[in-house]
């Protein structure tokens, strides 16, 4: 029984997550930003510490933050609707057609934001591909 309580848990997450962007909230998650912070932080809000100084919902770390270029502070990264700001302009730097020579793909993106501009080069994040995908198949 417990869990089919976490699979309710889970699904309510990815089809129901909304964000306050710009303080109203007018955005829902992407499948794939529910996801990545179901893996990131068990969809957990607020100040939350990672092991390489990764901080928020979304384990930003700073020089992820400085590359997105966004007003605010370091801080802010704790708070889900400006975590997803960053994530996105993150993804709009390094995921696009004209860096990759193609369409970005969900796999793309996820490696890319766990390893950085050439993650969706590395090995080592495709283990972290795995889990985001078994995330999104269970949506």
Not at 21 to 33: F, I, R, V
Not at 66 to 80: K, V
Not at 104 to 128: C, E, M, S, V
Request: glycine share 8%; with cysteine.
């Amino acid at each position: 029984m417990r869990y089919v309580y976490l699979a309710l848990f889970i699904s309510s997450i990815l089809i129901g997550a909304k964000v306050a962007l710009h303080g109203e909230e007018t955005s829902n998650l992407t499948p794939l930003e529910a996801a990545i912070w179901q893996v990131e932080t068990g969809s957990r809000e607020g100040t939350i510490w990672g092991k390489h100084e990764e901080r928020g919902p979304l384990q930003i770390t700073r020089s992820a933050w400085i590359d997105a270029n966004l007003e605010g502070e370091w801080s802010d990264c704790d708070r889900l609707d400006y975590a997803v700001l960053v994530f996105r302009a993150y993804q709009d730097r390094y995921a696009t057609h004209e860096r990759l020579g193609r369409e970005p793909t969900d796999q793309d993106k996820a490696r890319i934001w766990n390893g950085g501009p050439l993650g969706h080069y590395k090995d080592q994040t495709k283990k972290y591909w795995n889990r985001v995908r078994a995330v999104l198949e269970r949506g």
